[in-house]
């Protein structure tokens, strides 16, 4: 039986948690089951208590403090020893039918996604091709106002693509916290960066000004003083950067703002489509929507 599942991710403070919360909430306003799954080790609170916490089989305060490991090795030997302890989410997860969306908060270390291969071989276990057949898409969140600094967005950007390219399953990038930018950026601007341009970069006033203060920067040696200190440098990374998305062509941002309920369904949509959700429910009877209502009491 196919189980169908998202994988929530993104950097620290790009609001996983509080997405989360929002998509329990609207899921259970339109009558859909669901299942919340907490994988941050280090996560203390919860709108809705997850299901499944990592923390009942390893908490990353326990690791730093018994192994003496920092916050970032510490989150990897979590992962590590969860990847050795997979028997504590087949027993959760097994069981469910269909009808549950199974709902992955993910802590914010983007390492985790991008640079080493744990969380792939979490994926490969979950998925098809491995013993849950989840149905598993991943949601990658960026905070809207990476924009605002354009090095920043690409920087994000090429994050996304990274984990893309690592994790092999549907992807759906979203634009956190868009109620911090409407009305600071304007509408037709905000656009320009839903599909990411290495041309966002002509009009950046930071890069003008880099250009302004060396015009020789471009043709020096990229590692000799003058060009690091008139940031010739960083603009060459910069449109590196930024040429490499753009050749990939993989990327593009939904918007999203967790007080509108619409808006969350709108990423929600994008999201049962990329995992097939619908494909895979049995069509209801009328009589059975009817029974359902009496049950919830919402006839008379």
């Given at each position: 039986m196919s189980k169908f599942g998202v994988l929530v991710m993104g950097p620290a403070g790009a609001g996983k948690t509080t997405f989360c919360s929002a998509l329990i909430q609207h899921l259970r306003n339109n009558k859909r089951s669901c299942f919340y799954v907490n994988l941050d080790p280090a996560a203390e609170d919860f709108v809705y208590e997850p299901d499944l916490d990592i923390k009942d089989l390893i908490s990353l305060e326990d690791v730093m403090e018994e192994i003496g490991l920092g916050p970032n090795g510490g989150l990897i030997y979590c992962f590590e020893f969860l990847l050795d302890n997979l028997d504590f989410l087949t027993e959760a997860i097994d069981p469910l039918t269909e009808e549950y969306l199974i709902i992955i908060d993910m802590p914010g270390q983007i390492e985790l996604y991008t640079h080493i291969p744990v969380v792939p071989t979490l994926v490969r276990h979950m998925t098809r091709?491995?013993?849950?057949?989840?149905?598993?898409?991943?949601?990658?969140?960026?905070?809207?106002?990476?924009?605002?600094?354009?090095?920043?967005?690409?920087?994000?950007?090429?994050?996304?693509?990274?984990?893309?390219?690592?994790?092999?399953?549907?992807?759906?990038?979203?634009?956190?916290?868009?109620?911090?930018?409407?009305?600071?950026?304007?509408?037709?601007?905000?656009?320009?960066?839903?599909?990411?341009?290495?041309?966002?970069?002509?009009?950046?006033?930071?890069?003008?000004?880099?250009?302004?203060?060396?015009?020789?920067?471009?043709?020096?040696?990229?590692?000799?003083?003058?060009?690091?200190?008139?940031?010739?440098?960083?603009?060459?990374?910069?449109?590196?950067?930024?040429?490499?998305?753009?050749?990939?062509?993989?990327?593009?941002?939904?918007?999203?703002?967790?007080?509108?309920?619409?808006?969350?369904?709108?990423?929600?949509?994008?999201?049962?489509?990329?995992i097939q959700f619908h494909e895979a429910q049995e069509p209801r009877e009328p009589v059975d929507e009817l029974e359902n209502s009496y049950e919830d009491g919402t006839m008379s």
């Open positions: 091709s491995g013993a849950l057949n989840v149905n598993l898409c991943a949601t990658y969140l960026l905070e809207s106002t990476f924009i605002i600094d354009r090095a920043k967005y690409f920087a994000g950007t090429l994050s996304a693509m990274s984990a893309m390219i690592m994790l092999e399953i549907p992807h759906v990038n979203v634009f956190s916290k868009m109620d911090l930018v409407r009305g600071t950026v304007p509408r037709k601007e905000l656009k320009r960066f839903i599909d990411p341009d290495s041309s966002l970069l002509e009009d950046d006033p930071t890069e003008a000004r880099a250009v302004a203060a060396s015009a020789d920067s471009l043709s020096a040696d990229p590692s000799g003083a003058e060009s690091v200190m008139a940031g010739g440098s960083f603009k060459r990374l910069n449109r590196a950067v930024a040429q490499l998305i753009d050749d990939f062509s993989m990327v593009s941002f939904l918007q999203l703002d967790v007080q509108d309920e619409d808006s969350v369904g709108a990423v929600l949509s994008y999201i049962d489509d990329a």
